[in-house]
T-cell receptor, first 112, second 110 residues
Framework: GENVEQHPSTLSVQEGDSAVIKCTYSDSASNYFPWYKQELGKRPQLIIDIRSNVGEKKDQRIAVTLNKTAKHFSLHITETQPEDSAVYFC???????????FGAGTTVTVRA | NAGVTQTPKFRVLKTGQSMTLLCAQDMNHEYMYWYRQDPGMGLRLIHYSVGEGTTAKGEVPDGYNVSRLKKQNFLLGLESAAPSQTSVYFCATIHTGELFFGEGSRLTVL
């Protein structure tokens, strides 16, 4: 089955700096890669996603890149703000078995 | 959030007791999932279903059973609860290609 690894597990950045989270996956049948943000005590919320036919996608301060050959994808947050502090999860959806597998999460802290 | 409702929201059980978590969606979607979330371990897939009457095992299925008798409902059962099953449980369904979660159910097994 799919195995998604996520790094780093914690990330502390100064307000205004960039944050980068990296994930790798193992199943070559995975074709959809969403990213979720989870605030304390709340459910995960989708923030951006990318499909396997696209290499990069941007939405304001957030961007995601995908390298299918190397089986890795990354989340980039620019001009970080205190409200970006949360736990972020990457995930990979396999078209083989319809599973959505998650990384272990990255706790991002933005220092004011 | 995309019409996914979980009940109950909170429950405390004693070891050996049984219970069922209900996930209901009002969007007529085929795929439904049950995850558990534990500190530092992300979201781990317990069981999932790709349609009415079908279920499949995820990463951590042991100690749980599921049923999808009706398309809109996906039930997660614990036959004999253990302290290791203390967790937050999330149900999810796919809506317009995106996975949406219910609010979560916090289960404590003493």
């Amino acid at each position: 089955g799919e195995n998604v690894e996520q790094h780093p597990s914690t990330l502390s950045v100064q307000e205004g700096d960039s944050a980068v989270i990296k994930c790798t996956y193992s199943d070559s049948a995975s074709n959809y890669f969403p990213w979720y943000k989870q605030e304390l005590g709340k459910r995960p919320q989708l923030i951006i996603d990318i499909r396997s036919n696209v290499g990069e996608k941007k939405d304001q301060r957030i961007a995601v890149t995908l390298n299918k050959t190397a089986k890795h994808f990354s989340l980039h947050i620019t001009e970080t703000q205190p409200e970006d502090s949360a736990v972020y999860f990457c995930a990979a959806f396999s078209s083989n078995d319809y599973k959505l597998s998650f990384g272990a999460g990255t706790t991002v802290t933005v220092r004011a | 959030n995309a019409g996914v409702t979980q009940t109950p929201k909170f429950r405390v059980l004693k070891t050996g007791q049984s219970m069922t978590l209900l996930c209901a969606q009002d969007m007529n979607h085929e795929y439904m999932y049950w995850y558990r979330q534990d500190p530092g371990m992300g979201l781990r897939l317990i069981h999932y279903s790709v349609g009415e009457g079908t279920t499949a095992k995820g990463e951590v299925p042991d100690g749980y059973n599921v049923s999808r008798l009706k398309k809109q409902n996906f039930l997660l059962g614990l036959e004999s609860a253990a302290p290791s099953q203390t967790s937050v449980y999330f149900c999810a369904t796919i809506h317009t290609g995106e996975l949406f979660f219910g609010e979560g159910s916090r289960l404590t097994v003493l």
